[in-house]
């Protein structure tokens, strides 16, 4: 059974948090962030104002390190979204 989108994203917000708490991610939460971004990218049902967010993020994710208030402001954005 596939999961949902509010899933999804409730596992994005997650996995975004706990940067933000913890200032990186392992390699496990890097690959399953970057498993997320690309199932969520690929859903035909995602709001056009998360898929921008899904953008920056997935941009982002590609990097070493993503700065913890850019993050915040991505789940503050997803909050008020979902």
């Known amino acids: 059974m596939p999961i949902s989108i509010q899933h999804k994203l409730g596992l994005l ?3 975004l948090q706990n940067h933000v708490s913890e200032k ?3 390699t496990n939460e890097s690959e399953q962030l970057k498993q997320i971004l690309t199932a969520l990218a690929q859903d035909p049902a995602l709001d056009p ?7 920056e993020i997935s941009s982002a994710s590609h990097t070493e390190t993503m ?7 991505w789940l503050n954005t997803m909050s008020s979204l979902t």
Do not use: G, P
Not at 49 to 55: H, R
Not at 67 to 73: A, F, L, P, R
């Open 13 to 15: 917000q997650d996995l």
């Open 24 to 26: 990186f991610l392992t």
């Open 49 to 55: 104002a998360l898929a921008s967010t899904i953008d």
């Open 67 to 73: 700065d913890s208030e850019v993050v915040q402001q």
